[in-house]
């Protein structure tokens, strides 16, 4: 924040444009000895801190001056992030509080600026070197000191989350999710209509908004007649330039998000069957699972080991349904056989009802897949 991150909301395309300093593992030439200076091309007052870049690395007779060190590349240019729209707000909703290395990543995804009004001790201040060591001791007295005010703002935006997209009042049904989030502030005469749900009014104070960019275009507008501009941006293929907010704090991030996301109607946020983690769908609207990694050390996301799953799921399904076919074919076909024998028709009517009590203990979670399957196949013997 304070200037130092930016987000855009591109509506149109449902992405989310955001500019920030990201937080990168460099090198520093820990020395003054003007020869090792000169030898990575470092200015002294360009560069005070010395910090190469990692592809500069050169091992040689002065890589013992090297220090590999976790830093906030303060010179550069903003960085660029696109992603889809409403993915900074999740990634945090998402982060397991826990445990302090999610909020780490998250952190190290977004920058140290967006949590610089939270740091009250200034235990991260943005723009310095640190070690590799010297950040996790400092992150984790940052991680103790925030955890109970970072645990109130995931439950406040939860739970209108909760309440605009999987709300079961019937009253409420037909109502888009803005006008959820409006009745969200409102009561009815009397009782409530509904389980009261936290403002997030408050996390929208401190929020300014750049118009700079609405007013800027590729196309070089003076060149045409007034005629033709009318024309010109009256064109469908002409797309005005998002504005952008500026953020003084992470929750004013998080609420613009969430204002942008409610504000699109063919937007659903979902809860993953695999990992109950909130998600967006991306290609279909019907998707489960999310692309959530699905432990810290795995390359293996949620949607990977769903699918996986419910091709088991289904084929074991699949098998439950043709072995109560070949079952009551069986049955069936003893009776035809040996009309004049009632035990094969007392058999045949015993399977019929007990099949039924069995498949819905099943799916009442009573029995699980492969004993179901064990209980048919035991019939016919």
């Known amino acids: 924040m304070n200037g130092n991150f930016c987000i855009y909301f591109d509506l149109q395309k449902k992405q989310e444009i955001i500019k920030y300093r990201e937080l990168k593992e460099n090198y520093i030439v820990d020395t003054d000895d003007s020869d090792i200076l000169d030898y990575y091309n470092i200015d002294e007052d360009t560069n005070p801190y010395h910090i190469i870049d990692k592809s500069e690395f050169k091992c040689s007779e002065y890589s013992n001056y090297i220090v590999k060190k976790l830093l906030v590349d303060y010179d550069a240019e903003l960085d660029i992030l696109i992603q889809p729209i409403g993915s900074l707000l999740l990634d945090f909703i998402n982060i397991d509080l826990s445990n302090s290395r999610y909020l780490k990543n998250f952190i190290l995804k977004y920058g140290l600026s967006i949590i610089s009004n939270l740091d009250k001790s200034n235990d991260l201040p943005a ?35 909760d309440f605009c997209y999987f709300n079961a ?53 003076e060149n045409y007649t007034n005629k033709e501009l009318v024309k010109k941006i009256s064109d469908k293929n002409f797309s005005f330039s998002p504005y952008s907010y500026i953020c003084i704090k992470l929750e ?33 609207s019907n998707e489960k699972f999310c692309t959530n990694y699905i432990s810290l050390n795995s390359k293996k996301t949620c949607r990977d080991v769903g699918a996986f799953n419910s091709y088991n799921n289904k084929v074991k399904d699949d098998e439950i349904e043709a072995l109560i076919r070949k079952t009551s074919s069986y049955f069936s076909m003893q009776v035809k056989r040996n009309p004049d024998i009632d035990i094969y028709k007392k058999k045949h009517e015993a399977w019929k009802k007990n099949y039924k009590e069995q498949r819905l203990k099943f799916k009442n979670n009573g029995i699980t897949k492969d004993e179901f399957i064990n209980w048919i196949n035991l019939q016919r013997r």
């Open 127 to 161: 723009y310095l070197a640190y070690t590799t060591k010297e950040f996790n001791a400092r992150f984790e007295n940052f991680y103790n000191a925030t955890k109970k005010t970072l645990n109130k703002t995931q439950c406040d935006f939860k739970n209108c989350i």
């Open 169 to 221: 009042d019937k009253n409420l049904g037909l109502l888009t999710s803005m006008q959820k989030y409006f009745l969200s502030y409102h009561t009815c005469n009397g009782d409530a209509l509904f389980t009261y749900v936290p403002s997030l009014e408050k996390y929208s104070k401190g929020i300014s908004i750049d118009f700079e960019s609405f007013f800027t275009t590729d196309v070089t507008l």
């Open 252 to 284: 004013n991030a998080l609420f613009l998000s969430f204002i942008n996301i409610i504000s699109i109607e063919k937007i659903e946020i979902k809860a993953c069957d695999n990992c109950g983690k909130y998600f967006i769908p991306i290609s279909k």
